[in-house]
T-cell receptor, first 115, second 115 residues
């Protein structure tokens, strides 16, 4: 089954304690990205990657890091989480568009609370 | 910069009636794609329908259709014969074919279907 898998689904942590949210896709997609969803703001892109070892900042990258060492994995790293990073996080993957319909497949989401 | 505007924070519809969710977009790129996603209360993002900027006909997928008016830069979602299970958040999104290929989201419309 084609899917994007995020872990964990729920996480409560304390300020300053480093954490990693994993994301893996089994569709051989080149493009992967992370979004955060906050009430009234929709989804905003944090980081994206167009291929292995190619990553770039999205709209709200401050406080986050990513890596793309393998095509299937795109972990999101919070080196020193703060309460304003409390949010619902989504990983998404897709083929690069080339002008065609390339829907983004989303993971189930990770609800992060930083206290 | 790309922008998606959804002006209806909330909408109500009676079961079995049709409903239109509004979406306007702004881009200077002639090549782009427009997407609608559904987010039920369980949180996952479900792809509904896609419209390419060069598509001549409006997209349809079952009970979903996209009313694409390119000159007005609008891409409204029409749901026919609403069902209780259609109650959810609905997000309009746009993706360009060059640059970051970022999927830009609107802030969403919460649809409630009443019995």
């Amino acid at each position: 089954e084609a899917q994007v898998t995020q872990n964990p689904r729920y996480l409560i942590t304390v300020t300053g304690k480093k954490l990693t949210v994993t994301c893996s896709q089994n569709m051989n997609h080149e493009y992967m990205s992370w979004y955060r969803q906050d009430p009234g703001l929709g989804l905003r892109q944090i980081y994206y990657s167009m291929n292995v070892e190619v990553t770039d900042k999205g709209d709200v990258p401050e406080g986050y890091k990513v890596s793309r060492k393998e095509k299937r994995n795109f972990p999101l790293i919070l080196e020193s989480p703060s309460p304003n990073q409390t949010s619902l996080y989504f990983c998404a993957s897709s083929l690069l568009t080339g002008g065609m319909n390339t829907e983004a497949f989303f993971g189930q989401g990770t609800r992060l609370t930083v206290v | 910069a790309q922008k998606i505007t959804q002006t209806q924070p909330g909408m109500f519809v009676q079961e079995k009636e049709a409903v239109t969710l509004d979406c306007t977009y702004d881009t200077s790129d002639p090549s782009y794609g427009l997407f609608w996603y559904k987010q039920p209360s369980s949180g996952e993002m479900i792809f509904l329908i896609y419209q390419g900027s060069y598509d001549q006909q409006n997209a349809t997928e079952g009970r979903y259709s996209l009313n694409f008016q390119k000159a007005r830069k609008s891409a409204n979602l029409v749901i026919s014969a609403s069902q209780l299970g259609d109650s959810a958040m609905y997000f309009c999104a746009m993706r360009d074919w060059g640059g970051s290929e970022k999927l830009v989201f609107g802030k969403g419309t919460k649809l409630t279907v009443n019995p």
